[in-house]
Each structure stands twice: as structure tokens, then as C-alpha cells.
């Protein structure tokens, strides 16, 4: 609580950014008129920013519910984990919501327009996805759980986020087919297809073209994903990304402890240790400049940097540090239904991040794009975690 107090008082509105565009166009424009005209030629997120419009003058309203969402996205992932909420699962999951990179939780959490747009619909959404497996679904809950998906469904990063992982919820729990669920999920679908089939999508993709990315639309489908992988390789180049390093590390010891030994994964985890090991010692990236700008090169995509060696050598090094993971996972996890879920969350993760290159705004986006992945690293922790329980527990 006091961590969620010190957030509420330092949260405020930035005047040269997004903050002020949104707190001052309804002084000369209707709201109404506004998400209409924005509806046309710009976005389809109209329930998001009617709130934004309503609420983002009010400042209590902000910084009461930054605060709340951290907390409803805390609570759900211990839900989401252990079936309950419990305060050991929540603590952990806030206090690794706060440590998540501040370039990120600035621009996706605790900048005002950030938190409208991401952590307001990644809390919604992590929360319907708890109420998929809970053992009691009352009414009112259902009830409430049918209305935020008017809300999470129109972020394009957020619905994906939900659909993919209640269909691997669907897949492999059979508890969590029940009529009530599919209704959540098919009223999900049809807000996000309301969502992405807005005219405003396609006028806006072709002004930011021009806006950011000129010669973007001539791209082929391999040089786009390579601007998505970029955006990966960007989160993967972070110092200290603990949410990461704290996956990483316990999965290095749930396969110390019960893993499938072999040349595969002996490869794999001298991998991932020594990027947990180059991501610590850099510290700010000052202490080995020269071995951290070859295998962990922190600097923005640039012209030069297309035929620089040491960028090469850096995306090598992150993708084989994605692959030993993976292989990991398949060498540790012996419970299917644990591997299915911590898999699929971080291929999500993966995937939602490359999906990023399909947008001529991958790089105006900043890092708030990112703040999914770093959600999905939080929830495979606290799941694995979860199983060690579990497993110290039954050899008891």
C-alpha cells in the first residue's frame, strides 16, 4: 500500500505530450463529436478514450485508479495462478510490476495517456482471464466481467493478449468450458473485430506511413518482421530487467532440480546464465563497454547499424537466448498442463512483440509496447514458482 501511495502522488500530467493534446481538445471540441471524427480517420478505441476524455481533467480519477489497476492487475495474477488471492502472489507480482524496466512502466503505466491505453486494459483483461478458472462464478462477477470487455478488447496488443490465452485456457482445462466463459470470449471477439474493422485504422496506417516511416509501405513481409525482432531484441537488451531475469533464474532452478539433463538443454543453460549474468554485471551498460555493445547492444536501430557486426552478433545472442529458453521449458516442465501455460504465455510474449513491426509506428509507439511481454514474464514466474510449491509439497 505504501509502494501504491508513493505511485498515486508522483503520477501527473505531462503538458508536452499526448497528456495535453487529450486534456485540452474537448475545451473547442464536443466529446461526442470528437470520438466520432477520431472514429473516422484515426482509431478505433473509442470506449478507451471516452474515458480518457471524460476522466483525464479530473485528476483524482488517475491517480486513484493507476494505483487501483496495479493492484486488480496484482490480485488477478494470483488468481490467475493458485486459483485465489493471496497476499504472498500478489505482493510479488506488484513488486515486480514496479521493477519492471522505468522506460517502459514510464511510458505504458505511470504516464497518464500510457495508462489509459495499456495498464488500464492489460488489468481488465488479466482479471477475465482469472474469472475463466475460477471455481465460483457468480453473477455479478460475470456481469462485470462482460463489461470490461467493452474496454480491454480495444487495445490491438490487449486482445490479442486475452484470445490467445483463453484459447489455451479452453484447450486444456475442461472446467473452464462452461457457457459463461464462452460468452466473455465470444463478446471479446466481437469488440475487437469492432475494433480493427474501424475506417479510421486504415487512414491512420497510411498518414503514419508518411508520418514516420516513408518507405515503409515497400517493405517486404521478412523486413517487417525484422523490425519486430528488433523491438524483441530491444526488451531482451534492457539492464536489469529483473521480471526477465527472475523468469530465467527460476527456471534454471526447477531444471537444476528436476530437469531432463542433455547436450541440448547443458548448451542451453549455459546460455541463458550468461545473459542473466551479462544483463547484471553491466549494470548501466559502463561496465564492460565493449563486450556489452557486441552481445548486448542497447542503441536504437539506425542506418549505420544495419551493417555494424556487433549488431549481428547482439540479435544472434538474443535469439539463441529465446530458443534456450524454449528448450528449457520442454527439458523441465513434466506437468503438461504447467508447460501449456507457461509456453503459450511466453510465446505470446514473443509474437505480440514482433507483431510490432507490422506498424509504420513501431518505433513512435516507444517502449509502452512492450509492457505485455513484461506482464507475461511476471505470470510465468509466479506459475513456476507456483509449481516448485507444488512439487516440495508431494515429496514431502
Known amino acids: 500500500m505504501l509502494l501504491l501511495f508513493l505511485l498515486s502522488l508522483s503520477v501527473h500530467l505531462d503538458l508536452v505530450t499526448d497528456d495535453h493534446y487529450f486534456s485540452t481538445i474537448t475545451q473547442n471540441v464536443n466529446i461526442i463529436d470528437q470520438l466520432i471524427s477520431r472514429y473516422q480517420v484515426w482509431t478505433g478505441r473509442i470506449p478507451l478514450e471516452a474515458i480518457m476524455l471524460y476522466t483525464i481533467n479530473y485528476s483524482f480519477f488517475w491517480k486513484i485508479a493507476v494505483p487501483a489497476c496495479l493492484l486488480l492487475l496484482s490480485t488477478s495474477i494470483s488468481r490467475l495462478v493458485c486459483k485465489k488471492v493471496t497476499l504472498l502472489y500478489t505482493f510479488m507480482a506488484l513488486l515486480l510490476l514496479f521493477m519492471i524496466p522505468s522506460m517502459i512502466n514510464t511510458n505504458a503505466a505511470w504516464w497518464v495517456t500510457g495508462f489509459y491505453i495499456y495498464l488500464l486494459p492489460v488489468s481488465l483483461a488479466t482479471y477475465a482471464l482469472s474469472f475463466l478458472l475460477a471455481d465460483q462464478q457468480h453473477k455479478i462477477e460475470f456481469f462485470l466481467v462482460c463489461l470490461t470487455t467493452c474496454i480491454f478488447a480495444y487495445t490491438e496488443q490487449v486482445g490479442i493478449y486475452f484470445l490467445f490465452i483463453a484459447f489455451i485456457i479452453f484447450c486444456i482445462y475442461k472446467r473452464a468450458r462452461s457457457y459463461k466463459n464462452f460468452c466473455v470470449y465470444i463478446l471479446t471477439c466481437i469488440n475487437f473485430l469492432i475494433l480493427i474493422t474501424a475506417p479510421g485504422n486504415y487512414i491512420r496506417f497510411s498518414q503514419e506511413i508518411w508520418r514516420c516511416f516513408p518507405d515503409y509501405s515497400y517493405y517486404s513481409f521478412i523486413q ?41 538443454s547443458h548448451i542451453s543453460i549455459g546460455t541463458v546464465i550468461g545473459y542473466v549474468s551479462f544483463s547484471l554485471l553491466q549494470w548501466n551498460g559502463r561496465s564492460f563497454p565493449q563486450f556489452g555493445n557486441n552481445f ?16 549481428y552478433v547482439s540479435y544472434f545472442f538474443v535469439m539463441m537466448v529465446v530458443i534456450s529458453l524454449i528448450i528449457l521449458m520442454i527439458s523441465t516442465l513434466k506437468n503438461n498442463l504447467v508447460l501449456l501455460m507457461v509456453l503459450s504465455l511466453f510465446l505470446l510474449g514473443i509474437f505480440d512483440t514482433l507483431l510490432i513491426g507490422f506498424s509504420p509506428t513501431i518505433y513512435v509507439s516507444n517502449f509502452r509496447v512492450d509492457y505485455v511481454f513484461e506482464v507475461c514474464c511476471i505470470i510465468n514466474f509466479l506459475l513456476l514458482m507456483h509449481y516448485l510449491f507444488q512439487i516440495n509439497q508431494q515429496n514431502q
Open 224 to 264: 517487417k518482421l525484422c523490425f519486430g525482432f528488433d523491438k524483441l531484441h530491444q526488451i531482451f537488451v534492457f539492464y536489469w530487467n529483473i521480471p526477465l531475469v527472475a523468469f530465467i533464474c527460476i527456471l534454471v532452478v526447477l531444471y537444476a532440480l528436476y530437469g531432463v539433463k542433455s547436450l541440448a
Open 296 to 311: 548486448l547492444n542497447t542503441n536504437l536501430l539506425n542506418a549505420e547499424k544495419w551493417v555494424s557486426a556487433s549488431m
